[in-house]
Protein backbone atom coordinates (compact mmCIF):
# COMPACT_ATOMS: atom_id res chain seq x y z
CA UNK A 1 0.00 0.00 0.00
CA UNK A 2 1.48 3.39 -0.74
CA UNK A 3 1.98 5.47 1.88
CA UNK A 4 3.87 9.30 2.66
CA UNK A 5 7.41 8.87 4.05
CA UNK A 6 9.52 11.33 6.07
CA UNK A 7 13.30 11.76 6.89
CA UNK A 8 14.69 12.15 8.57
CA UNK A 9 12.69 10.50 11.75
CA UNK A 10 14.34 12.98 14.21
CA UNK A 11 16.39 15.80 13.79
CA UNK A 12 18.41 17.84 16.36
CA UNK A 13 19.71 21.63 15.35
CA UNK A 14 21.36 24.53 17.52
CA UNK A 15 18.73 27.39 17.51
CA UNK A 16 19.57 29.79 14.40
CA UNK A 17 20.59 26.79 12.02
CA UNK A 18 18.48 26.15 8.93
CA UNK A 19 16.81 22.76 8.79
CA UNK A 20 15.10 20.98 5.83
CA UNK A 21 12.39 18.39 6.44
CA UNK A 22 11.43 15.95 3.64
CA UNK A 23 8.80 14.37 2.73
CA UNK A 24 7.72 11.57 -0.08
CA UNK A 25 3.91 11.96 -0.63
CA UNK A 26 2.06 9.28 -2.34
CA UNK A 27 2.86 9.13 -6.27
CA UNK A 28 -0.38 10.51 -7.71
CA UNK A 29 -1.81 12.94 -5.24
CA UNK A 30 -2.10 16.97 -5.85
CA UNK A 31 -2.64 18.13 -2.59
CA UNK A 32 0.80 18.25 -0.01
CA UNK A 33 0.38 19.79 3.39
CA UNK A 34 2.55 20.43 6.46
CA UNK A 35 1.69 19.99 9.77
CA UNK A 36 3.11 20.36 13.29
CA UNK A 37 2.43 18.98 16.85
CA UNK A 38 4.39 20.68 19.66
CA UNK A 39 4.09 18.10 22.40
CA UNK A 40 0.78 17.68 24.37
CA UNK A 41 -1.22 19.91 22.31
CA UNK A 42 -3.30 19.41 18.99
CA UNK A 43 -2.48 18.94 15.30
CA UNK A 44 -1.69 22.64 13.83
CA UNK A 45 -2.11 23.44 10.55
CA UNK A 46 0.94 25.24 8.22
CA UNK A 47 0.53 25.30 4.91
CA UNK A 48 -0.81 23.38 1.87
CA UNK A 49 0.53 23.39 -1.42
CA UNK A 50 -1.39 22.60 -4.92
CA UNK A 51 -0.52 23.19 -8.27
CA UNK A 52 3.19 24.65 -7.87
CA UNK A 53 2.57 26.91 -5.10
CA UNK A 54 1.25 27.39 -1.43
CA UNK A 55 -2.53 27.54 -1.29
CA UNK A 56 -3.04 28.85 1.82
CA UNK A 57 -0.94 29.27 4.98
CA UNK A 58 -1.38 30.20 8.88
CA UNK A 59 -0.48 32.38 11.23
CA UNK A 60 2.68 29.97 12.05
CA UNK A 61 4.06 30.37 8.92
CA UNK A 62 5.74 33.21 8.76
CA UNK A 63 8.77 34.34 6.48
CA UNK A 64 10.91 31.60 8.52
CA UNK A 65 9.36 28.82 6.84
CA UNK A 66 9.19 27.80 2.89
CA UNK A 67 7.86 24.72 0.88
CA UNK A 68 9.18 23.46 -2.54
CA UNK A 69 8.63 20.90 -4.55
CA UNK A 70 11.93 20.31 -6.09
CA UNK A 71 11.22 17.33 -8.46
CA UNK A 72 8.04 16.27 -8.74
CA UNK A 73 8.56 14.13 -6.25
CA UNK A 74 9.85 15.38 -3.10
CA UNK A 75 7.79 17.72 -1.11
CA UNK A 76 10.21 19.77 1.77
CA UNK A 77 9.64 22.22 4.63
CA UNK A 78 12.53 24.64 5.36
CA UNK A 79 13.07 26.41 8.41
CA UNK A 80 15.64 29.35 7.98
CA UNK A 81 16.63 29.94 11.45
CA UNK A 82 15.27 27.57 14.07
CA UNK A 83 14.13 29.11 17.24
CA UNK A 84 13.75 26.98 20.33
CA UNK A 85 9.88 26.98 20.10
CA UNK A 86 10.15 24.80 16.66
CA UNK A 87 10.50 22.08 18.54
CA UNK A 88 7.87 19.84 17.78
CA UNK A 89 6.68 16.79 15.66
CA UNK A 90 6.27 18.07 11.67
CA UNK A 91 3.81 15.86 9.85
CA UNK A 92 3.41 15.83 5.94
CA UNK A 93 0.44 14.65 4.24
CA UNK A 94 -1.07 14.38 1.01
CA UNK A 95 -4.29 13.90 -0.64
CA UNK A 96 -5.72 12.54 -4.12
CA UNK A 97 -8.51 14.25 -4.33
CA UNK A 98 -10.09 17.64 -3.12
CA UNK A 99 -11.40 17.32 0.14
CA UNK A 100 -11.13 13.47 0.52
CA UNK A 101 -8.45 11.65 2.92
CA UNK A 102 -5.11 12.69 4.04
CA UNK A 103 -2.35 10.32 4.02
CA UNK A 104 -0.38 11.48 6.74
CA UNK A 105 3.37 10.56 7.49
CA UNK A 106 5.37 8.77 10.29
CA UNK A 107 6.48 12.42 11.33
CA UNK A 108 9.94 14.14 12.00
CA UNK A 109 10.45 15.37 15.86
CA UNK A 110 12.64 18.44 15.18
CA UNK A 111 14.58 19.35 18.59
CA UNK A 112 15.96 22.81 18.89
CA UNK A 113 18.51 23.11 21.05
CA UNK B 1 -14.06 31.09 12.12
CA UNK B 2 -13.14 27.43 11.52
CA UNK B 3 -13.03 25.61 14.69
CA UNK B 4 -13.24 22.52 15.92
CA UNK B 5 -13.40 21.54 19.73
CA UNK B 6 -13.26 18.04 21.37
CA UNK B 7 -13.62 19.01 24.96
CA UNK B 8 -12.75 15.87 26.35
CA UNK B 9 -8.62 15.51 27.07
CA UNK B 10 -9.10 11.83 28.08
CA UNK B 11 -11.44 9.24 28.05
CA UNK B 12 -11.74 6.01 30.46
CA UNK B 13 -14.04 3.31 29.48
CA UNK B 14 -14.17 -0.29 30.67
CA UNK B 15 -14.39 -3.13 27.57
CA UNK B 16 -17.53 -3.60 26.31
CA UNK B 17 -19.14 -0.52 27.60
CA UNK B 18 -20.41 2.59 25.56
CA UNK B 19 -18.11 5.02 24.23
CA UNK B 20 -18.97 8.85 22.98
CA UNK B 21 -16.20 10.70 21.85
CA UNK B 22 -17.56 14.51 21.45
CA UNK B 23 -16.68 16.90 18.48
CA UNK B 24 -18.25 19.96 18.02
CA UNK B 25 -17.08 22.52 14.88
CA UNK B 26 -17.84 25.87 13.89
CA UNK B 27 -17.88 26.68 9.94
CA UNK B 28 -19.82 28.62 7.82
CA UNK B 29 -20.33 26.69 4.78
CA UNK B 30 -21.05 22.78 4.72
CA UNK B 31 -18.51 20.95 6.44
CA UNK B 32 -16.56 18.25 5.60
CA UNK B 33 -16.25 16.49 8.53
CA UNK B 34 -13.20 13.47 9.74
CA UNK B 35 -12.73 11.86 12.31
CA UNK B 36 -8.63 10.71 12.57
CA UNK B 37 -7.31 7.72 15.07
CA UNK B 38 -3.52 7.56 16.10
CA UNK B 39 -2.66 4.44 17.72
CA UNK B 40 0.20 4.22 19.68
CA UNK B 41 3.91 4.63 17.63
CA UNK B 42 1.72 4.62 13.81
CA UNK B 43 0.60 7.57 12.20
CA UNK B 44 -2.74 9.09 11.27
CA UNK B 45 -4.89 7.64 10.08
CA UNK B 46 -8.74 8.51 8.61
CA UNK B 47 -11.61 6.39 10.85
CA UNK B 48 -14.17 7.53 8.85
CA UNK B 49 -15.69 10.76 7.14
CA UNK B 50 -19.56 12.15 7.15
CA UNK B 51 -20.10 11.78 3.66
CA UNK B 52 -19.64 8.09 3.61
CA UNK B 53 -22.16 7.63 6.44
CA UNK B 54 -19.78 4.07 7.00
CA UNK B 55 -19.23 2.19 10.36
CA UNK B 56 -15.55 1.43 10.79
CA UNK B 57 -14.79 -0.86 12.71
CA UNK B 58 -17.84 -0.27 14.62
CA UNK B 59 -17.81 3.16 14.73
CA UNK B 60 -20.09 5.29 13.34
CA UNK B 61 -20.65 9.19 13.95
CA UNK B 62 -23.68 11.40 12.64
CA UNK B 63 -23.24 15.03 11.54
CA UNK B 64 -25.47 17.17 13.23
CA UNK B 65 -25.62 20.45 11.59
CA UNK B 66 -27.93 21.71 14.17
CA UNK B 67 -25.99 20.86 17.08
CA UNK B 68 -22.85 21.47 14.99
CA UNK B 69 -21.77 17.97 16.11
CA UNK B 70 -20.27 15.21 15.01
CA UNK B 71 -19.74 12.59 17.47
CA UNK B 72 -17.97 9.46 17.47
CA UNK B 73 -20.04 6.22 18.76
CA UNK B 74 -19.49 2.90 19.63
CA UNK B 75 -21.71 0.59 21.38
CA UNK B 76 -19.16 -1.72 23.17
CA UNK B 77 -15.39 -0.93 23.26
CA UNK B 78 -12.69 -3.02 22.64
CA UNK B 79 -8.96 -2.39 24.59
CA UNK B 80 -7.51 -2.29 20.80
CA UNK B 81 -9.76 0.86 20.65
CA UNK B 82 -7.36 2.55 22.73
CA UNK B 83 -5.69 5.32 20.92
CA UNK B 84 -5.67 9.05 20.55
CA UNK B 85 -8.85 10.24 18.35
CA UNK B 86 -8.86 13.74 16.24
CA UNK B 87 -12.11 15.11 14.89
CA UNK B 88 -10.80 17.39 12.05
CA UNK B 89 -12.66 19.63 9.48
CA UNK B 90 -12.38 20.30 5.67
CA UNK B 91 -12.73 23.57 4.34
CA UNK B 92 -14.54 23.57 0.96
CA UNK B 93 -11.48 24.80 -0.55
CA UNK B 94 -9.96 21.38 0.01
CA UNK B 95 -6.68 23.55 1.29
CA UNK B 96 -6.48 22.76 4.89
CA UNK B 97 -7.86 20.30 7.13
CA UNK B 98 -8.42 21.62 10.90
CA UNK B 99 -7.97 19.33 13.85
CA UNK B 100 -10.05 19.27 16.90
CA UNK B 101 -7.38 18.93 20.28
CA UNK B 102 -7.68 15.13 20.12
CA UNK B 103 -9.13 12.52 22.80
CA UNK B 104 -7.34 10.27 24.17
CA UNK B 105 -9.33 7.03 24.34
CA UNK B 106 -8.26 4.07 27.15
CA UNK B 107 -10.15 1.05 27.22
CA UNK B 108 -9.48 -0.82 30.56
CA UNK B 109 -9.78 -4.03 30.78
Known amino acids: EPEVTQTPSHQVTQMGQEVILRCVPI?????FYWYRQILGQKVEFLVS????????KSEIFDDQFSVERPDGSNFTLKIRSTKLEDSAMYFC???????????FGQGTRLTVV | AQRVTQPEKLLSVFKGAPVELKCNYS??????LFWYVQYSRQRLQLLLR??SRESIKGFTADLNKGETSFHLKKPFAQEEDSAMYYCALGDTGGFKTIFGAGTRLFVKA
Open chain 2, 27 to 32: YSGSPE
Open chain 2, 50 to 51: HI
Open chain 1, 27 to 31: SNHLY
Open chain 1, 49 to 56: FYNNEISE
Open chain 1, 93 to 103: ASMGQWNTEAF
